[in-house]
């Protein structure tokens, strides 16, 4: 059980920047707080009907900010040739909707395995550590080792939006997930509607390398500031992980 990254989540500084237009609030900007605030690295997903994140966001953060990029994408002809201009540490491919509000569920790696094949082979062989964004379900697992992806990211909004006496149920899914990727030889990351409330139990689990937290922060800096949110969640992912290990959290 090593240490437990952060990636922060940008989106939505987006989102609210291009509810009135113009140049405020600016992502970028809040990628810098995040780098400051403990983040290990930074998320943003460019979709197709650049909602959020814009084209212009991404060539400012790969070339503006030191952290590594994890590039959210669908699987599309446009989202592969912006990938693979800019290249950045990491690429998630997500599954993406035009009508969904946020993205609903994992990936069918398992059922588009051949049309993903090539996007993987592509993304790797340019130098990006390609993710599969998947649900807690060992099939998908397993095609991301056989589509060659060395990362998933388990989908935990099932976990996450559930009543409180149904969680343990959800919990032991992604438990499980985990333990799964990791005996097919993947990395772990997890992510999707973690919050203060949630995100204990998954910063626990040993196999888990990494987290993506975006929505909750945002809404969270409303009230107490960016800064603030992300190093109170930093904390009480790195105090989770030091419980499971027996180690004093400093």
Do not use: W
């Given at each position: 059980?090593?240490?437990?990254?952060?990636?922060?989540?940008?989106?939505?500084?987006?989102?609210?920047?291009?509810?009135?237009?113009?140049?405020?609030?600016?992502?970028?900007?809040?990628?810098?707080?995040?780098?400051?605030?403990?983040?290990?690295?930074?998320?943003?997903?460019?979709?197709?009907?650049?909602?959020?994140?814009?084209?212009?966001?991404?060539?400012?953060?790969?070339?503006?900010?030191?952290?590594?990029?994890?590039?959210?994408?669908?699987?599309?002809?446009?989202?592969?040739?912006?990938?693979?201009?800019?290249?950045?540490?990491?690429?998630?491919?997500v599954p993406e909707k035009r009508e969904e509000v946020t993205t609903e569920g994992?990936l069918d790696a398992a059922g588009q395995h051949n049309r993903l094949k090539r996007?993987?082979?592509?993304?790797?062989?340019?130098?990006?550590?390609?993710?599969?964004?998947?649900?807690?379900?060992?099939?998908?697992?397993?095609?991301?080792?056989?589509?060659?992806?060395?990362?998933?990211?388990?989908?935990?909004?099932?976990?996450?939006?559930?009543?409180?006496?149904?969680?343990?149920?959800?919990?032991?899914?992604?438990?499980?997930?985990?333990?799964?990727?990791?005996?097919?030889?993947?990395?772990?990351?997890?992510?999707?509607?973690?919050?203060?409330?949630?995100?204990?139990?998954?910063?626990?689990?040993?196999?888990?390398?990494?987290?993506?937290?975006?929505?909750?922060?945002?809404?969270?800096?409303?009230?107490?500031?960016?800064?603030?949110?992300?190093?109170?969640?930093?904390?009480?992912?790195?105090?989770?992980?030091?419980?499971?290990?027996?180690?004093?959290?400093?």
């Amino acid at each position: 059980m090593g240490y437990l990254r952060l990636g922060v989540n940008i989106d939505h500084v987006a989102t609210i920047r291009n509810a009135r237009g113009g140049l405020h609030p600016d992502p970028v900007r809040a990628a810098r707080v995040a780098a400051e605030a403990g983040a290990d690295g930074i998320t943003a997903h460019l979709r197709e009907d650049r909602r959020h994140i814009s084209d212009v966001d991404i060539e400012r953060l790969v070339r503006e900010i030191d952290l590594p990029l994890n590039f959210e994408m669908a699987a599309t002809e446009e989202m592969l040739e912006i990938a693979l201009r800019h290249r950045p540490h990491a690429v998630c491919i997500v599954p993406e909707k035009r009508e969904e509000v946020t993205t609903e569920g994992g990936l069918d790696a398992a059922g588009q395995h051949n049309r993903l094949k090539r996007y993987c082979q592509e993304l790797g062989a340019a130098g990006c550590r390609v993710s599969l964004f998947i649900e807690a379900d060992e099939r998908q697992l397993e095609a991301a080792t056989s589509l060659g992806a060395p990362v998933v990211e388990i989908h935990a909004g099932a976990y996450c939006e559930v009543e409180d006496d149904a969680r343990p149920a959800e919990l032991a899914r992604v438990i499980e997930a985990a333990e799964v990727a990791e005996r097919l030889g993947l990395e772990c990351h997890v992510g999707h509607g973690l919050s203060f409330d949630t995100v204990g139990p998954i910063a626990a689990i040993p196999s888990v390398a990494e987290l993506n937290i975006g929505h909750f922060l945002i809404g969270e800096a409303i009230f107490g500031g960016l800064e603030s949110s992300i190093k109170r969640m930093r904390a009480l992912m790195d105090n989770a992980r030091a419980a499971a290990t027996g180690q004093i959290s400093a």
